[in-house]
């Protein structure tokens, strides 16, 4: 599969759903001719909307970031964030008690809006696990592994209750050269352990291509096939869209390097309707 | 957890989605006072909604087997199996070509209605696989196992193309004592041998929750909070409500019953909202 | 990794085990070569045996395969099977009853000579389940596929009982371009669907190896460091011996085509000693 | 399955092995009355030998735990540990270079009389991984789980190496309500992460049954049948040795609790020969 021009093919498309991390940033900040982009996009009259794994911050917190690097149209009506569905889920269907977590405090604040009282694993004290009504997974980040991840198989023994992964991915990129696990890895290890089935969120899923596409419905009625997806990761962002129905392309800016590309498609059975260097192509 | 009566807890919503098999009816026949449960929903104006996990035959020849058995109210619209979601992606993803399928003949019919070729893998020349755009698993029955398996590993070897699971249950209850293995089993064997990843249609799955609760605002808008999953499997009915957001009910007339209940919503974590005896309860 | 001359390497060493399928023999018959080879490790006094996942039919039955081709070295006493492994265990396990089988009859003869009465899954009747002591998977042929895998899990819904599954292999080749399904993939579809732990024989198993490993003795001490094992398959033959603490030879004429080997060995991290061509290089 | 005394079984057969953890010992110390039951087996003249998974120390320093606790007999010649086998395995296979491993100093040191050079992840300059020849997971202490762990998943992207886990265990107890996450667990996530075969060592595997079964002939030839394996844990003691074809008793006395015991066996299909309340009943 020969790799195609972005704006040649976004240009036969009504709207376009992005992945960001490896598609419109990466560890070194916007990729290179992104503003150009959805000038691009502005231009033609294509509409977008932003569709990330993440839940370590709020979509006002990710706006916020796209403003300062000047990209202003991303604003946080356009993104969504597995974790605003984790939250969603908490909303309706824990709606009163004590929401423990595992991540920093900055995420759990973006819980607490909700009225939902939140702890921290590492703060809680096993013998107030009856007062715990659900377990929310939200970063890698802001909390002792060993400690913590101890202390978390201990309380799913104690007290059955729902545990929400609110971000599928397993690991993330930090530099050109390394990765990180991310908070879906450490909830496939937890779950492994407990043998119970979590609430996972985040593209593959369903969930998130639908709160995109019934947003996007809001300025005027699109189809599936007018609607492309853009990601740099088979598994998620193209499989995801692949199965939601729409259009797909992988870019080469992020998790999946030109010369593997052939290779994990082959592989894995996941292909996408084309292949672009990157969006700014 | 106590069972409670069906009719005390359905008249707190405003829609109720069911599944099918173990809850509407089984190998018998319709399951006894459903008549008059759905007499009940008509009475306190409760919308209803049938969630299926079948691919074996369409929502016409579904809706027909309960006007037959009494319950004309359950038409063909109010009806959305895993079988009508995998017609949409071969419609939208694949739409032209061949389809190849393992299944009966009437169940490749119903594909066939959008206009793709089919042709069940029994009927395949291997040295015609360029021409095949895609595979999909419908019904357990209608081919020899032991062939026509193993043809379909040696297409998949020979041709990348995606595979659609038009029905994602293991296994299925034939009678009191046994059950017998679905497409949804054998579709795990063939993604195992061929190391792809098939594209599953059914519950757990939001999908098909999106489509029944897309279809339901149409006689008026109607909230999450509003609606009750009701099902007799908690991997799919269970879990898929839970993960959607709505409440759920698990009933003990299929496939969970009620010395087992207990121990499999400790072990599995995944955990109803309510336990009825039956929907005519 | 450059492949090597099989026999260069060979003479390092004081034994050598060798996988059957894809190393001495395949479809069209003996390796070309394999005589001459047999021929140079008599000249150097380099011992040999034959480690093989097949429970289709026993020792001597695939001794003869090899008188007849010209290679009368190979004696019984030479090979090992999985199938052998499984009826020791039968033996001593189970050791009275009667033992269920999927597989042709020629295979369930061979379990029989030990005085445990076998039936075919074919020809039990469900209602005598509880004079079943043990269930055991031979061979892919031999039975009706989808009546017979049904009658399992029913069978083993009914009786808890051990299941051994007398080879691992998943795949078998049947000739240049196809594959078939092999009973180890077969067991692993009834495994998942019934939730159970099978007893599996074979390599990578460690059994096999200690099997080889203490047969060797009788003609003389042999170390872990003289032994080298020879095969076609990564997860199987080298990973298996890698774990056994001996080295390992990959070689091209069976299941691990020149062009896929360095990239499986990276993808899989299974690492052998040595690539050859074949085993007459 | 109505437990049995075990003295009266043990004195059935000419060989014990025990499982040390939860069977021996637990986390108050020995278990009452196994001093008397090593005088027993002693005045019956039968043999015995310790299995256990564990790989934080060397034999030596398990036995001297024995000799404190007052149980002289069990000496470091009667203890076979998964750390053992993972450090024959180094020796064996690997033999040169730097050994990097997860795991406190003390476990190092027990790999490095072997005379290869150990560095723990903590100490390791990812620019040097070419000089790591392979990679050790020892035990879930002595370590930074969040940086070496990341630092880990990125050497083995970096460097394709062979990486043993030196105990299967997934969790481990410390003290009556608790348990920890073991160092199998951990290399789960792992392997997982980076999609390698990683090398396992401990129960169930067959290969630390050889270990004794080999030593335990030094003293007079012994039959599989003479022996019984004594354990905890279902899917390793019990079902390690069911495998290996020696008979099995399942104790009371550690992880799997009497009330647990016939629905775990029950649903595992893992069947001991007999269940006792304690090795000293």
């Given at each position: 599969?020969?790799?195609?021009?972005?704006?040649?093919?976004?240009?036969?498309?009504?709207?376009?759903?992005?992945?960001?991390?490896?598609?419109?940033?990466?560890?070194?900040?916007?990729?290179?001719?992104?503003?150009?982009?959805?000038?691009?996009?502005?231009?033609?009259?294509?509409?977008?909307?932003?569709?990330?794994?993440?839940?370590?911050?709020?979509?006002?917190?990710?706006?916020?970031?796209?403003?300062?690097?000047?990209?202003?149209?991303?604003?946080?009506?356009?993104?969504?964030?597995?974790?605003?569905?984790?939250?969603?889920?908490?909303?309706?269907?824990?709606?009163?008690?004590?929401?423990?977590?595992?991540?920093?405090?900055?995420?759990?604040?973006?819980?607490?809006?909700?009225?939902?009282?939140?702890?921290?694993?590492?703060?809680?004290?096993?013998?107030?696990?009856?007062?715990?009504?659900?377990?929310?997974?939200?970063?890698?980040?802001?909390?002792?592994?060993?400690?913590?991840?101890?202390?978390?198989?201990?309380?799913?023994?104690?007290?059955?209750?729902?545990?929400?992964?609110?971000?599928?991915?397993?690991?993330?990129?930090?530099?050109?050269?390394?990765?990180?696990?991310?908070?879906?890895?450490?909830?496939?290890?937890?779950?492994?352990?407990?043998?119970?089935?979590?609430?996972?969120?985040?593209?593959?899923?369903?969930?998130?291509?639908?709160?995109?596409?019934?947003?996007?419905?809001?300025?005027?009625?699109?189809?599936?096939?007018?609607?492309?997806?853009?990601?740099?990761?088979?598994?998620?962002?193209?499989w995801g869209?692949n199965k939601f129905?729409?259009?797909?392309?992988?870019?080469?800016?992020?998790?999946?390097?030109?010369?593997?590309?052939?290779?994990?498609?082959?592989?894995?059975?996941?292909?996408?309707?084309?292949?672009?260097?990157?969006?700014?192509?």
């Amino acid at each position: 599969m020969q790799p195609v021009s972005f704006r040649s093919i976004a240009s036969r498309y009504k709207a376009i759903f992005f992945d960001a991390y490896g598609v419109l940033k990466n560890y070194k900040g916007l990729v290179p001719g992104v503003k150009e982009t959805f000038a691009f996009l502005r231009e033609n009259d294509i509409r977008f909307y932003i569709l990330t794994n993440d839940a370590s911050r709020s979509p006002e917190a990710l706006a916020e970031y796209y403003f300062r690097a000047g990209l202003p149209e991303i604003t946080a009506d356009k993104i969504v964030s597995s974790g605003m569905l984790a939250l969603d889920f908490l909303r309706s269907k824990v709606n009163h008690g004590t929401v423990a977590y595992l991540g920093p405090k900055r995420s759990a604040h973006y819980v607490e809006t909700e009225g939902l009282k939140t702890i921290p694993i590492g703060d809680l004290n096993l013998e107030h696990a009856a007062s715990v009504n659900a377990l929310v997974l939200l970063d890698d980040e802001g909390f002792d592994w060993e400690r913590d991840l101890n202390k978390t198989i201990n309380l799913l023994r104690l007290r059955n209750m729902p545990v929400i992964v609110a971000n599928t991915d397993t690991t993330y990129p930090v530099n050109r050269d390394s990765v990180a696990i991310a908070i879906g890895g450490i909830g496939e290890l937890l779950e492994r352990i407990v043998r119970k089935t979590f609430i996972r969120f985040g593209k593959p899923d369903a969930q998130i291509f639908h709160f995109a596409y019934d947003h996007i419905q809001q300025d005027g009625p699109m189809k599936k096939e007018d609607i492309l997806m853009v990601g740099d990761t088979l598994e998620t962002d193209i499989w995801g869209g692949n199965k939601f129905g729409v259009d797909t392309a992988l870019v080469l800016t992020g998790n999946t390097r030109r010369e593997k590309a052939e290779i994990w498609i082959e592989a894995s059975g996941i292909i996408p309707n084309y292949i672009c260097e990157s969006v700014a192509d």
